[in-house]
C-alpha cells in the first residue's frame, strides 16, 4: 500500500486508561502504515496512557481532554474529527479489539470516495453469553430505528471501528444535534445522514480485550436508549 494513500488517512484513538495497551497499538499501526497520521484522544486517563502517547509526540497528536467537564466516548470521537486535516478518518480501539492489520482494508474501501467507511464484525471471540446478548438487543433495536426513519442500515450499525470522509462527517456533526454522553456515535450519524449517503463497508474478527477493562456501564446504555426515541 502507497505511502501517499496512507497520508490521506488518519486514524483516531479514543483512550482512557489504556496504558497497556497505547504504547504497542502505536508501535503496531506505524510498523504496518509507516507514513499515516494517528491522534490519540484522551478523555482524561489516571493511569500513564498521556505520557506514553507522549513518547511518539513527533509523528502522534494528541488532544488531552482531561480538563474538559463533559466525558465520554462519542464527544472524545467528535473533537477528533474535527481535529482531522486528512481525507479520510478511522475510529479505531485503543485496546486491540479492532485489529490494526484491517485498516489496510478501510483505506481499500476509500478508494470508491464513499462518505462512511464502516467494519463489521465476522467474528466475535469468545463474548460471554450476556454480552452477546445486549449486543444484539442494541443492534436490533438500532435497526428498527434507522428503518422507521428511512434511513441506510449497514451491516454492524454498532460498529466502533468507523470512520468516512472527514468533510463530509464534520459536516453532519456540526449541522446536527449528536449525542455527546453516547457511546455509539455511528449510529447517531446515519439518523443524521440521508437515505442515499454512499457507505463501504469491510469485514473484520473483533478481538478479545487483552488487558484493561470495558468502558461500557450503565451511563452509556442509558444514552444510548435515548438515543433510538
Request: proline letters at 3%; glycine letters at 6%; hydrophobic letters at 40%.
Amino acid at each position: 500500500m502507497s505511502d501517499t494513500i496512507n497520508q490521506n488517512f488518519t486514524i483516531l484513538i479514543p483512550t482512557l486508561n489504556e496504558e497497556k495497551n497505547i504504547k504497542r497499538l502505536i508501535e503496531t499501526i506505524l510498523s504496518l502504515y509507516p507514513s499515516i497520521k494517528i491522534t490519540v484522544v484522551d478523555d482524561g486517563s489516571t493511569d500513564d496512557t498521556v505520557k506514553l502517547v507522549n513518547e511518539f509526540n513527533d509523528v502522534v497528536s494528541l488532544i488531552n481532554r482531561k480538563d474538559n467537564d463533559i466525558k465520554g466516548l462519542s464527544i472524545s470521537i467528535k473533537e477528533g474529527i474535527f481535529s482531522v486535516k486528512t481525507k479520510f478518518f478511522m475510529v479505531i480501539d485503543g485496546d486491540f479489539q479492532h485489529p490494526p492489520e484491517a485498516i489496510k482494508d478501510a483505506i481499500t474501501c476509500s478508494e470508491v470516495n464513499p462518505e462512511f467507511i464502516i467494519g463489521h464484525r465476522i467474528k466475535v471471540e469468545e463474548w460471554p453469553f450476556l454480552r452477546k446478548l445486549m449486543s444484539q438487543g442494541a443492534k436490533f433495536l438500532a435497526t428498527i430505528s434507522l428503518l422507521f426513519r428511512g434511513k441506510k442500515v449497514p451491516k454492524d450499525i454498532m460498529s466502533g471501528f468507523f470512520g468516512g470522509n472527514t468533510t463530509y462527517i464534520q459536516m453532519l456533526l456540526e449541522e446536527n444535534s449528536i449525542e455527546n454522553t453516547g457511546y455509539k456515535i455511528l449510529f447517531d450519524l446515519l439518523k443524521a445522514a440521508p437515505r442515499n449517503v454512499s457507505i463501504s463497508q469491510f469485514g473484520y474478527v473483533f478481538k478479545n480485550r487483552e488487558f484493561g477493562d470495558s468502558k461500557i456501564g450503565k451511563k452509556q446504555m442509558v444514552a444510548f436508549l435515548r438515543s433510538l426515541i
